[in-house]
């Protein structure tokens, strides 16, 4: 990876973005990839059965959260293991909107909102922490979710959560095929606005501060304030992911939201290879894939122990293997490769 | 006033739990600069295997001695194999390599022994003592108190009266000048983790028994508790870490006996908060800058 040089980093918007951005970012711009992303997926929808379309939204939703974990982690180098908890924000808020308005625009919007909040809150600490004591933080955070919604059991009615009530889907779309039409609208238009941002001065600026933040200081970025910045961006994918997968399980209970996913989401990203939203979409197809994969296993091989558990060895031994062998990701050697030959 | 001293006591017991495992933070912490967010799940680890020697042998002091040493090799493997390799040039790096771990250690315990919390015995009743009608503590916590004092105790002398403990602390201290003067500063460290580990594992079976059982993600909420009271004492400080023990393990033990249960996490995530953005060096740190 090259490092944004401090006067790249200061130059007005008028210079080439050039850098670690993956090449199909940089070649397609924005309107143009959501415009192709949505074709393939009109066109998958209708060529896949129920099932596989239920999964392609599973990717869609997941895409959302990794695209922003990926800005955040990859890009400015602060660790969240709080993600799990703002879907779980951005998932009850959605349950709590949808309930009593019944309108899906608004909910969406509100949990956005709230989670962007969340994120701001959180931000704001962790622009002030480093390393490790970042990530106690959040992992605090992620903790916490269980005994919240058992505290306030007359809103979020504890372990057992809420239940979603939704329309249902307009004219005679089936519900699966609806259901990744609506992911991945939300995520098409939230990764291409993450595009967008990391394409200019913000993501030349949460690059500086990721690699120096001496340096950046120096150069005159507001160090804090693209942190906290970089987080509320993040919240809001994740709110947004959030209230995706609230959608797709028409239901939210904290048992949604553990630790391990949290977890998984960090996987995704690192696995993708941190920094890049094709990787962030690669890490976000793993999460749906390998789970799939080893509940084939699991029952080819008749034991229900291994269901579940298989995948989490998997994660953790790729996680493990990955960090080792190149920090940056699987994408990053790719990329580099491709750039030295 | 009786349930306070009640829950005082029934505080200080948890927080010798907290502090034994803040302890095994802080050890590996100043060996290695790295938090070993695996602690937890390698403490579940090894309470599993005690658990399958308790059951197969009907002792539990056997299962006791055998939770120590597993502890002891999970902290010697999980250095040598994975921990020495990881490029420290980011802190980022150790905290990912080491939630890769929890996620292996809990899937193949998940695999190995199911899903489901099993409860485990404990050696001494824990039925409160009562003077004067008052409720003080139990045979267990007495147990609690003094295992967490021994190993407090042994590690400090270990630390500052024995060759291995100066040249463990040289090794941390100053790595090249250390191996210069021929200290075998990988060893040193290896024995740091097994140490930390080892201890880690003393603090999941005292603390699994009290709560809801032995269940793969049990430390959980245990690792989060003892990183507060580690952060609340400062990383780089042993005492530090046994005070914030305690301090951790009585507002908890207030908060669920005057708030409820399902408030405690709440609290320690609002201490944790306070004094990270009040205090980051810990109350009791002694360096002046935090670095990392």
Known sequence: MTRPSVRESRDAASDVPRGERPRSLRRLAPPAMILAGALVIVGLSFLLPPFRNYQL???????????????????????????????????????????????????????????????????????????????????????????????????????????????????????????AWLCWAGALLSTSLLAVLVRGRFGRDLRAVRDDETAARLAGVDVARTQVAAFVVSAACAGLSGALFAVLAQSVSPGAFPLTLSLFLLMAIVIGGLGSLAGALGGAFLLVALPTLAQAVAEGTGSPRLEGNLALVIFGVVLVVVMLAAPGGLASIRFRRRRTS | MSQFVYLSFDGLSRGAVYAAFALALVLIWRAARIVNFAQGAMAVAAVYAAYSVTAATGSYWLGFVVAIVAGLVLGVTVERVVMRFVDHSSPLNGVVVALGLVLVIQGVLGIVYGNEFRPVPTPFSRDAFEVGGVALLSRYDVFVFAAVGAVVLALTLLF???????????????????????????????????????????????????????????????????????????LDSPIGAVAGGLVVG???????????????????????????????????????????
Request: charged share 5%; hydrophobic share 55%.
């Open chain 2, 160 to 234: 500052t009266r024995t060759n291995v403990g100066l040249r463990m602390r040289a090794a941390a201290f100053a790595p090249d000048v250390s191996r210069l003067l021929g200290v075998p500063v990988g060893g040193m460290l290896t024995l740091g983790w097994a140490l930390a580990a080892a201890a880690g594992s003393l603090a999941g079976i005292l603390v699994i028994p009290t709560e809801l059982g032995l269940h793969p993600t049990a430390m959980d909420g245990v690792f989060v508790a003892a990183f507060t009271a580690a952060v609340v004492g400062g």
């Open chain 1, 57 to 179: 939204a599973t990717v869609g939703a997941y895409f959302c959260v990794t695209g922003g974990l990926t800005v955040l982690t990859g890009l400015n180098g602060q660790l969240s293991l709080g993600h799990g908890a703002l879907m779980a924000t951005g998932a009850y808020t959605f349950a709590l909107a949808q309930n009593r308005w019944l309108s899906l625009p608004v909910s969406l919007v509100a949990a956005i909102v709230v989670t962007t909040v969340a994120g701001l809150v959180i931000g704001l600490a962790a622009a002030r922490l480093r390393g490790p004591y970042l990530a106690g933080l959040t992992l605090a955070v992620a903790v916490v979710v269980p005994s919240v919604t058992s505290t306030f059991d007359e809103i979020f009615n504890s372990d057992q959560g809420l239940s979603v009530a939704l329309d249902p889907p307009p004219g005679t779309i089936p519900v699966e095929q609806w259901q």
């Open chain 2, 250 to 292: 009585l507002l908890l033990s207030y908060v669920s006996g005057y708030l409820g249960a399902t408030v405690a996490p709440m609290a320690v995530l609002l201490l944790l908060v306070v004094v990270l953005l009040g205090r980051p060096g810990g109350l009791f740190s002694t360096t002046t800058a935090r670095t990392a």
